[in-house]
């Protein structure tokens, strides 16, 4: 069954302001946490991604953060911007896979 | 440098008819995933392999799929015998060593069973 939960809802921000995208997850072993960005028609493109052993790491713009406690994850985007209107989706490392979510549509409006 | 290669992009087959799907891998990448994603869902992984060995084909339907990684040339999804519940876009990744790091993914091949 599924582990990683979300079932595509829809997220609808203002240009310039902060998205904040959420992701449950439940296999407590998994180690490995990655944000996919997927556009319509594209495969899913490496957003960033994050160890078990922290619990926030920063990139261009983005942000992960993870809550191991309630195994939970979060992907902050700052400034958002319309090119970054797409699907997105949080992925967990399973040994030999990875297990997906449903994703958010993260719309951006200008 | 050219990412993971997957051919062709859009592929209609009639009920009953095999489905054969193609995957490049990056260079110098020699593990290659296939994940299967239905509309407005996300990607479900079906198989891994390195060359000429299938490691994990746990996300294989039992029956009419099978995968191939053969020393030469790409790696190859084929599904016999398609059906209507068949379509959907089918991704393929490749990463350099055995974990699932480091993914890339290739931009799919959208299957439509008429």
């Known amino acids: 069954g599924e582990s990683v939960g979300l079932h595509l809802p829809t997220l609808s921000v203002q240009e310039g302001d902060n998205s904040i995208i959420n992701c449950a997850y439940s296999n407590s072993a998994s180690d490995y946490f990655i944000w996919y960005k997927q556009e319509s028609g594209k495969g899913p493109q490496f957003i960033i991604d994050i160890r078990s052993n922290m619990d926030k790491r920063q990139g261009q713009r983005v942000t992960v953060l993870l809550n191991k406690t309630v195994k939970h994850l979060s992907l902050q985007i700052a400034a958002t911007q319309p090119g970054d209107s797409a699907v997105y989706f949080c992925?967990?490392?399973?040994?030999?896979?990875?297990?997906f979510g449903g994703g958010t549509r993260l719309m951006v409006k200008p | 440098n050219a990412g993971v290669m997957q051919n062709p992009r859009h592929l209609v087959r009639r009920r009953g008819q095999e489905a054969r799907l193609r995957c490049s891998p990056m260079k110098g990448h020699s593990h290659v995933y296939w994940y299967r994603q239905l509309p407005e869902e996300g990607l479900k992984f079906m198989v891994y392999?390195?060359?000429?060995?299938?490691?994990?084909e746990s996300g294989m339907p039992k029956e009419r799929f099978s995968a191939e990684f053969p020393k030469e040339g790409p790696s190859i999804l084929r599904i016999q015998q398609v059906v209507r519940g068949d379509s959907a876009a089918y991704f393929c990744?490749?990463?350099?060593?055995?974990?699932?790091?480091?993914?890339?993914f290739g931009s799919g091949t959208r299957l439509t069973v008429v």
């Open positions: 392999l390195q060359k000429e060995n299938i490691i994990d």
């Open positions: 992925a967990e490392n399973a040994g030999n896979m990875l297990t």
């Open positions: 990744a490749s990463s350099r060593g055995a974990q699932s790091y480091g993914y890339t």
